[in-house]
């Protein structure tokens, strides 16, 4: 069986929702024989590869909240994280651009190390002083997870290196009504979007498995991060 995720590594609750897949998956009685395939979806596209931000200013912009209303934002989604043992940082991270990650997401899919990758890219982007958005270090994670130096900086140098992969997963997410991430497609029967608690991905693992061509959403999205590079939380968090 073949479980998709589409996500963005400037996505927490992607961040979240990998993690609690992967309780679910653990308790799944057939996990050995799930292959999960991680697809790519920029949360945005638009912005220029050089231009960031820091995260609290782009939530405050893009909510119309305060300085401190975002920071609430950050620290709610910081608690979800911290509850699944995740470390996260809740100052001093940047939002930009994601085309590079990607592209060389799918040089580790094709050799093999995709989720060593996105595991540490996830990592240094949420809980450590390293930033995804600058080339050393896009370079230093992929050596990391075990790929070819030479071979990463050929694949950055060349912007059209795995583009056409990038691009096709994002015409799939679309063609399959995804508007923000994690998007989730269980051998392609069965659906959920969003950090879904991990009891909710094992069901869906099961039902996928007895073969039940069933689609299921969370309402609303919640807990997912929108194609505007923005991530929802509820207004309690900010209004507490």
């Not at 300085?67 to 979800?80: G, K, L, W």
């Not at 992929?142 to 060349?158: I, S």
């Not at 998007?183 to 094992?202: C, H, I, K, M, N």
Request: charged share 30%.
């Amino acid at each position: 069986m073949r479980v998709e995720i589409w996500s963005d590594i400037a996505c927490p609750w992607c961040y979240i929702g990998k993690a609690r897949f992967e309780k679910g998956l653990a308790a799944f009685a057939h996990r050995n024989d799930v292959e999960v395939v991680h697809r790519s979806f920029e949360l945005d596209p638009a912005r220029a590869k050089h231009d960031t931000a820091p995260v609290v200013e782009m939530l405050a912009k893009k909510y119309g909240r305060t300085r401190e209303e975002a920071q609430a934002m950050e620290e709610h989604v910081a608690s979800n994280a911290r509850s699944e043992g995740l470390e996260y940082r809740t100052e001093g991270r940047d939002h930009g651009n994601t085309f590079d990650i990607h592209r060389l997401l799918h040089l580790a899919k094709a050799r093999g190390r995709q989720d060593e990758l996105l595991t540490l890219a996830y990592r240094a982007n949420f809980a450590e002083e390293r930033s995804v958005f600058d080339q050393e270090v896009l370079v230093s994670l992929a050596v990391e997870a075990g790929l070819d130096e030479p071979e990463v900086r050929r694949v950055l140098e060349d912007g059209t290196a795995y583009a056409d992969e990038v691009r096709a997963d994002e015409r799939e997410a679309a063609e399959l009504g995804a508007t923000g991430v994690p998007f989730f497609v269980f051998d392609r029967t069965y659906g959920v979007s969003g950090g879904q608690p991990a009891e909710l991905f094992t069901q869906a693992l099961e039902q996928a498995w007895q073969g039940r061509k069933v689609t299921a959403a969370a309402a609303g999205n919640a807990d997912t991060c929108d194609a505007d590079g923005a991530c929802e939380v509820p207004a309690a968090a900010v209004e507490g």
